[in-house]
């Protein structure tokens, strides 16, 4: 329980539970986003062993009256299960983000964002066996388990902020960075009536990239998510590579390729990566493969298993042609 927060291999496909300050934050008045992760798909009997599904939606608003900014509101929801929703956790988030452009061609873009709302955490006590439950023939009897369990959804208050920044060094050529701050309730995990009174840690998100555009021809964007939680890390870094495979602007369509890896104590992720974009259509699949601890997580199993897929998908859409066009930067892949 020290670390449990979720995680995301395409985490900028999931802009607001990565960072609040991303809320409103693309060129378009409406946004929905949907990612689905699955995690060791194989390690249990018909049941996902860690299954992260979220949709969210956003908005832009104010762009005319605002002039060189906007205004962004949004409401995200996940549910992040284990081992068939043994354990079970969902999270309804609303958030507020003001974005702001400066200079005459918005080269440089800032934004600070808040995000509130409810956390309901649930443990199914049924799929777990105690020591005092086990007769002297090793049968098991529930009712003799020396715990007192709270049973029914834990709610609790959550609250994340974040910044985001980018700064355009010529057309074509632009970096962003962005940090979040979760868990700033620090709300106590308690499931157990005689448990110590232990609070969830705060996480520390720090993301960033680089986008260069080839004179219309293609995009390569390098990038970087650093996570600390408790005593726990985690680095990702990698290369996404873009081909326009339809150059016009108007009607442009992009397949995406890209290679990431994830570092922390316990192993080391690759990450192959594939996408498409058209229009206000973005569409990704990310696949995980452990490498370090593969042969010892085989053994233990007794073969091999996928490691872990996401899927996602999102659309940027306009409900009208805005007067002025405020660009703002959206990170993609």
Known sequence: M??????????YSSPLTLNPALTGNFNGFYRVTGIYRNQYPGLTQGKPAFSTPSVGLDFSLLREKIKTGALGVGLVFFNDQQNGKTFNHNQILASLAYNMSFGKKSQFQLGLGFQGGIAMTKMDFSN????????PDLTYDPNYNGETFISGNRIKGVFNAGLFTKYEFIQGMRFYVGYSFNNATRYKQDFLANSVDYRLPFRHTLHGGWEFDIKDKAVIIPGFLFQSQAKTTETNFGLTAGIHVIKDPAKRATLYLGLWNRLNKANYTIIPKIGFEWKGFRAGFAYDAHLLQQRKDQKAIG??????????????GNLFVPKEDVYLFNPRY
């Open 2 to 11: 020290n670390a449990q927060d979720i995680h995301f291999s395409q985490f």
């Open 128 to 135: 777990f066996q105690f020591g005092e439950g086990f007769n």
């Open 303 to 316: 073969g091999a298993f996928p490691q872990g897929f996401e899927v996602t998908l999102s659309y940027i």
